[in-house]
């Protein structure tokens, strides 16, 4: 296993990461509230801590990873009551579409996502505690509460004051709580809503509690890595540590906190409450999945990303494809090379910085996932492989091969690179090689026209065709 730093919001500085009980590493990251379609900021945290996971089960460590689904909450209620949907199955809807949009970007390391209605039993059994700890009690409508005042420690992940917790003047106090910082962790029913029985009556799962709730069963009471967006650090973080450390009498819940950066359009967070979301699938339609994996990890996870469009993926594509190309060469140099073909070896120079870039891939990932140096790193060996893209046909598979290491690394720890036809322009790509064989039939025939037309077809599609002496070689690069 690999050591690596990590900055932990908790401590605020960037520590060695030590597993409880390594190899295995648990792994929980805050996902969405689905009512609504996905926009671009909430795949930044997705591609994130799809990079975090890829890269411990790379350096060995076996990943348990988790990624909730809040599948009922008041945005959502109220969202479902407007275009008269059942709020369950509302949040379903979107829940899959969700998942649909991560297979397409590629985020492939999440081994499940949780929706928290299925957490009822422990949820209960989470308050049931609390209550009995003292922690908790019973307003008279059969709402249940948390008692801040009974965790001296609470808001030690933001540095907050629980009088942030506290409505301002001009609003309302909440008669049923018996502090102001108190925070709901069993609803009473509202007639209408989906609801559970409890001892306390009929009612539903507060937020902050499905997550702990879950990962109590899930990771146990103590785990390695809690990560999600830097909006959630406060009051949600805080009041997770709160409730498991109250609830199980152990610390420190979790182990080491990363919060993402936001991604933000006009110097603001891009949030659909707010209003300035620009969907994640039409970027994926657009752009393709590479662009923006390349996008958000052509930042350091913890800064603020600017998404100013069309400028921004505009040149998040130019500068992807400079990287990708000579990437892309050498595996269709490998396509068109039988297995063991006779050809040159790499000059021994070539070789040993192959290796020891990967060396250093790893290296630099391993301080506190510094991605964005981990690409630049990437693009030196892109200007070092075009001045090499001429001698390509000449080489050996093994030579190859061993060219194509640095980008293979990337793959499989960035997600980058990889060669599907969604990667290269969704599902039109896999009825490219039917037209291009259509298109070299009807060049056979001396048809041009018709060969002409089939190339501007995929050209409106976003896909640019190349004759040269070895055949038609196509590439993605987005509508025009
Ligand atoms: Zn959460």
Redesign the pocket.
Known sequence: MRRFTVYDSLTREVRSFAPIAPPRVGM????LTPYAEAHVGHGRFAVVFDVVARALRHWGYRVFYVQ?I?NLDDKLIARAAEIEEDPLALADRYAQSWRRLMTRLEVSSVNYYPYATDYVPEILAQVRVLIDRGYAYVAEDGSVYYSVARFPEYGKLSGQRVEALRPGARVEVDERKRAPEDFVIWKAATPGEPSWESPWGPGRPG??I??TAMTGRLLGPRYDLHG?GLD?IFP??DS?IALAEAASGEAPFVNYWMHNGLLTMGGEKMSKSIGNVSSLEDAIDRYGPMVLRFYYLNAHYRSPLEFDPPRTLDEAKEAYARLALPADRIAEALDRRAEDAAGADLPDTLADAAEALEETLDATLANDFNSREVIALLFGWTRRMTEDLPRLDAYSSDALEELAGPYRWAEEVLGLFVRRPEGRGGAWANLVPVLLEARARARARGDFAEADRIRDELRGRGIRLEDDASGTRWEFTGPE
């Open positions: 929980f990251v805050c996902g909730n809040t937020w902050h499905e997550d999600a959630l949600h973080h997770e």
